[in-house]
């Protein structure tokens, strides 16, 4: 895996924090939370209602994208 180490703001080869990371996801992954929230609007739903999730794609598998699945959808299942 590569990253983009001027989107931290930081030269290659600069060790970066957790926290740095943490920060650069929430940024990334702003409009992913938007568009989830946009979903359940436009559904009509509320997130407690959904009982199953299928996540597609290797950023799905981030602990960052899991703390914010877990934390929007606490009761839904993980399908295959």
């Known amino acids: 895996t590569t990253l983009d180490h001027t989107a931290l ?3 290659p080869g600069t060790i970066v924090t957790q926290d740095a990371m943490n920060a650069l996801f929430a940024r990334l992954l702003a ?14 739903v509320t997130a407690d209602r959904i009982g199953a ?3 597609t ?3 799905t598998a981030l602990p960052f994208f899991q703390h914010l699945r877990q934390t929007r ?6 399908l295959d």
């Open 53 to 55: 999730l299928i996540l």
């Open 9 to 11: 703001g930081h030269e």
């Open 31 to 44: 409009p992913v939370a938007d568009t989830m929230d946009a979903c359940l609007t436009r559904a009509g």
């Open 57 to 59: 794609g290797g950023s």
């Open 73 to 78: 959808f606490p009761h839904a299942q993980l």
